[in-house]
């Protein structure tokens, strides 16, 4: 019996080698076709190179200047979205009309060493508590236009990717 599984599994790996055996002549009529090509190209350059290139001389045309209108580029922040929250400042001088949360923690030491982070960096930070939902957002600027708030949550993106706007 085991002479049969020896002989079986030889003859499996002799024909598992010659299935995979490469054909020359493939790689051969490849490399005929590729130097055919590379020969009748040659040939066309010589060809080409013997005639003589038409001198095309430049024609000089009147172009006429119209004067350009500018229309001014107006920022659209309409669609941008807001979250609605009633809010109470815990720590920090008070929230505008739009606000920038960059961070919302259940813990309140957690939030307040953000704040201290933000500012360290710059940013008058402050605490923010939402009763409904046991959350305190750390705000990191606060604005009275949509606007300037919607500007300084882009620029804050890059270092706070999850920041908001939120709305008293």
Request: proline letters at 3%; hydrophobic letters at 35%.
């Amino acid at each position: 019996m085991k002479k049969f599984m020896v002989l079986g599994a030889a003859l499996c790996v002799a024909m598992g080698f010659t299935g995979c055996k490469s054909s020359e002549s493939a790689y051969k009529k490849a490399y005929e076709k590729a130097k055919a090509q590379e020969q009748t190209s040659a040939d066309n350059d010589d060809s080409t190179s013997q005639q003589e290139a038409p001198v095309v001389a430049p024609v000089e045309t009147q172009t006429q200047t119209q004067p350009v209108t500018q229309t001014p580029v107006v920022d659209n922040y309409d669609n941008e979205p807001v979250r609605r929250e009633n809010v109470s400042v815990v720590n920090g001088v008070g929230l505008k009309s739009y606000s920038v949360v960059v961070g919302s923690f259940s813990i309140k030491a957690n939030a307040e060493g953000l704040q201290q982070r933000l500012r360290n960096a710059g940013y008058e930070a402050q605490v923010a508590y939402n009763a409904g939902n046991n959350m305190y957002r750390v705000v990191a600027s606060t604005y009275d236009s949509k606007a300037s708030a919607v500007q300084s949550r882009n620029q804050l993106r890059a270092t706070y990717a999850d920041a908001w706007l939120l709305s008293k």
